[in-house]
C-alpha cells in the first residue's frame, strides 16, 4: 500500500468509499473536458474504481493510480496517476475537482508523485499529454521542470471528437 506525502496533499490507494468523491472529478464536464475521457457514470465509474483497486494488488504494478486528499483530512479531492511502461518510463496523469482549483493541489500531487517515481521507482523519464487548450496545466508541467517534446495529432478521441495532445516530458537527470 501506498501513501505519500506532499507540502499540501496526501496521496493513498483508492477505496470502494471513494466512490461518490470520486464523480466531482470524473462525473463533471469542467474537468473531463480536459482529460482523454467523456463524464462518467457512477455506473461506469463504480467498475474503473474496483479496477483501480484490483491493479493496486497487481505484483509488479502496472500503475500508481492514487486517490489525492488535503493534508489534513481524508477526503478525496483528485488522482493522479503514473502508468508504467516502457523501460523506466512512466506517463503522469492528475485531475483534481473544480471546486478545488486553483490551490496548489494538481502541482503539489504531481510533484509528490514524480519524486516517488524517480526515487522509489528508480525511473528515467515521465511523461505526460495534454490538451492545447489546457493552459493552466501545461503551466502546472513547465512549473515542476518539463519539457516541451512536440504535438500528438488526433491523440484522443473525447467529447464527440479527436483532440491533439502537447507532449512534455522530464528526465531524472
Known amino acids: 500500500m501506498v501513501e505519500l506525502c506532499g507540502e499540501r496533499t496526501r496521496l493513498r490507494e483508492f477505496r470502494v468509499d471513494d466512490l461518490d ?10 474537468v473531463t473536458r480536459f482529460l482523454s475521457f467523456d463524464s462518467l ?7 474503473r474504481l474496483a479496477g483501480a483497486i484490483q491493479r493496486a494488488s497487481l505484483n509488479p ?5 492514487l486517490a489525492v486528499t488535503g493534508r489534513a483530512d481524508d477526503q478525496l479531492i483528485g488522482f493522479v496517476r503514473l502508468g508504467l511502461g516502457g523501460v523506466r518510463a512512466a506517463k503522469l496523469g492528475y485531475a483534481i475537482a473544480a ?11 504531481a510533484r509528490t508523485l514524480i519524486e516517488f517515481g524517480f526515487g522509489e521507482l528508480g525511473l528515467h523519464r515521465i511523461s505526460a499529454a495534454i490538451g492545447p487548450d489546457n493552459a493552466a496545466s501545461i503551466a502546472l508541467v513547465r512549473r515542476i521542470g518539463f519539457t ?10 473525447t467529447n464527440g ?9 522530464i528526465l531524472a537527470s
Do not use: C, K
Request: aromatic share 12%; charged share 35%; no cysteine.
Open 21 to 30: 468523491a470520486s464523480l466531482s472529478v470524473v462525473g463533471d464536464d469542467r
Open 61 to 65: 504494478r502496472t500503475e500508481f493510480y
Open 161 to 169: 471528437a479527436w483532440r491533439d495532445s502537447e507532449l512534455y516530458s
Open 99 to 109: 471546486d478545488h482549483w486553483g490551490h496548489g493541489y494538481a502541482t503539489d500531487a
Open 148 to 157: 516541451r517534446e512536440g504535438r500528438l495529432r488526433d491523440h484522443v478521441h
Open 41 to 47: 457514470s457512477r455506473e461506469i465509474q463504480a467498475e
